[in-house]
């Protein structure tokens, strides 16, 4: 089988700032129970998704475009560039934040622990 993506905009995501983009790769249900989300996402500048903490899952992201501040579970911000991969552990929280100039593109995998 061969489809297009779904794109959704999503406002203010865990209490962040602004519209983010989802274009996503497999819905839900084609997971098949393993996980909930796999998606591209775009955060312009000046957006951002919250922080919040993953229960019985967890979510890596891959940057792939621009640059931004990931929060990580215990507070600090580290600067993110492409080919960066930022890995959320089962139980842990975590934010991601678009303080540059252009957008900030990565993806998304939330799976089951």
């Known amino acids: 089988m061969v489809r297009k993506t779904t794109t959704e905009i ?58 931004g501040i990931f929060v990580d579970n215990d507070g600090s911000r580290t600067e993110v560039g492409p080919g960066d991969v930022c890995l959320i552990e089962v139980g842990q929280g975590h934010a991601i934040e678009n303080n540059s100039s252009e957008d900030l593109v990565f993806m998304a995998l939330i799976y089951n622990e």
């Open 10 to 67: 999503r406002t203010n995501m865990r209490g962040g700032n602004g519209d983010v983009e989802l274009e996503h790769i497999l819905a839900a249900s084609e997971l098949n129970g393993h996980g909930r989300l796999y998606a591209r996402i775009r955060l312009k500048p000046g957006c951002s998704i919250g922080y919040h903490q993953h229960i019985g899952d967890t979510e890596p992201y891959f940057i792939l475009e621009g640059h």
